[in-house]
């Protein structure tokens, strides 16, 4: 895996892209102290050309089947941005582009581009799939891996703070049911629908707010495990591609956006 990397700077906040592992953020410093999870694996990855599981990796566009490898058995996890470098588009202080060529096990040609934009207290993060040839189901979003605890003497665990119009029911292989239900206490592994844009506060007490919005309406959040706690804006729910596609056409491709902004506390 290509350790090629991009730093973008403002103020004393510090932005570390991964290109050549996933366009994974490996690291976002603010004021010296490391908001993300660290390793190769986290950091924040984009989710693209799907999010979440898809079922057995199987999906339709109309009535012709394909099958996605099983990354995550029985269920194919997560898209392929992940897992491959992507190419250099522009990169100067605070800003940065990048894009990678859909290919295999991807069954339609096509590309990705994701921009990053750096200020002393936001960064936006955007996403495009454009298409090569025929129209395709599709979904992208991000998997951000914040540290639930930032360290430092007295320091506090990072609480959650969301209102969400409902929680998909997960069934028993962890998709969708397609059931809305009221959303429940943690911890979490779902997904949930704020037909308002997502709106998600991580407050780390004493230390810093961050808000992460996006005119998306799905987000899924996980937070059972002990080091992490992620918030997942997305295009759609997990198993989307089977149960609310989204077409990426030559006239219209997929666009999505999210600002993550802090204030130190």
Known sequence: MSTQETRLTAGDTELTIAQGNGCRIAG????????????????????????????????????TPHQLPIDWPPHAIHGTGRNTAWRTARADKSEAAFTYDLAEPW??????TQTFELTEDSLTLAMGIET????????????????????????????????????????????PTGRRIEPGPGPWDDCFG?????????????????????????????????????????SGPPNGLNTTPLLVTPIEPLEIATTWSWRRL
């Not at 603010?30 to 693209?48: A, I, K, N, S």
């Not at 951000?144 to 665990?157: H, K, Q, V």
Request: proline letters at 8%.
């Open 132 to 175: 090569y040839g025929d129209s395709f189901p599709a979904q992208a979003g991000w998997h951000p891996w914040f540290r639930r605890n930032l360290g430092g003497e007295g320091s506090e665990d990072v609480r959650l703070d969301f209102t969400a119009g409902w929680q998909e029911e997960r069934g028993d292989d962890h998709l």
């Open 194 to 234: 704020m037909p308002d844009g997502v709106d998600v506060t991580l407050t780390w007490p004493g230390a810093l707010e961050l808000k992460i919005a996006s005119r998306a309406e799905w987000v899924v959040i996980y937070d059972e495990q002990a080091e992490a706690v992620c918030v997942e804006p997305q």
């Open 107 to 112: 069954p339609y040609p096509g590309r990705v």
């Open 28 to 63: 976002l410093r603010v004021g010296g102290t490391e908001l993300l999870r660290q390793g190769e694996r986290y950091g924040c990855f984009p989710m693209v050309p799907w999010c979440g599981r898809t079922a057995y990796g199987k999906f339709r566009n109309g009535p």
